[in-house]
């Protein structure tokens, strides 16, 4: 081989080596010199519940996205309407999913049982709806709830398969928001 062809080989070489690592200190410099160049926004359009809540002790995901919907025992005529505006709602949402339906479930949080009469009408206008009984459970909904910045509070709340409170939406980002969060969450996860 001749000086001529080993420098050539040598140039190609060098050519393969920095294709892989200038990259890499392009990306190293931004992250640790200016990190003010990276983007700080995010694509969900719900809030992000900071740091997540793990309910998995009080809920059986059942490996499926679940979205849980409180009700306080003492519920207004106003919030009776919205919740069952967001009850409906879901329900839609559930539907739009389309072949992922079967990823999502939906529940009803309450502190006491209904009554057998409420019960059977809820059953019957909604039949997919897991009604959950558990005063732990609507505590922790209730103290995210509060931190909300929205006047109403949060009126659903996305936990994902493994038990973690992850998302909440106010009603009035219940419709195509909370819609496409799902869609893009099922997109890219491989569980539940």
């Not at 329900?91 to 479930?105: E, F, S, V, Y």
């Not at 206008?125 to 897991?130: H, K, W």
Request: proline share 6%.
């Amino acid at each position: 081989m001749t000086d001529m062809e080993l420098a050539r080989s040598r140039r190609k070489l060098l050519l393969i080596a920095a294709t892989a690592f200038v990259p890499m200190l392009i990306a190293y410099g931004l992250f640790f010199f200016a990190p003010d160049l990276i983007p700080k926004t995010t694509t969900n359009r719900g809030e992000l519940v900071q740091p997540s809540i793990d309910v998995s002790d009080l809920m059986a995901t059942e490996g499926r996205w679940q979205l849980l919907m409180p009700m306080a025992a003492a519920c207004s005529q106003t919030c009776a309407e919205t919740l069952q505006e967001v009850l409906h709602q879901t329900r839609q949402i559930n539907i739009a999913l389309g072949k992922n339906a079967d990823r999502l479930g939906r529940g009803l949080v309450r502190a006491t049982p209904f009554s057998p009469a409420e019960g059977e009408v809820m059953k019957a206008d909604y039949p997919d709806l897991q009604l959950i009984i558990d005063a732990k459970l609507l505590a922790q909904l209730t103290a995210v709830s509060s931190m909300s910045q929205a006047p109403e509070g949060y009126h659903v709340f996305l936990v994902d398969p493994v038990g973690q409170l992850i998302l909440a939406y106010p009603a009035s980002k219940v419709d195509k928001p909370l819609l496409l969060d799902l869609k893009h969450l099922m997109k890219v996860s491989n569980i539940g």
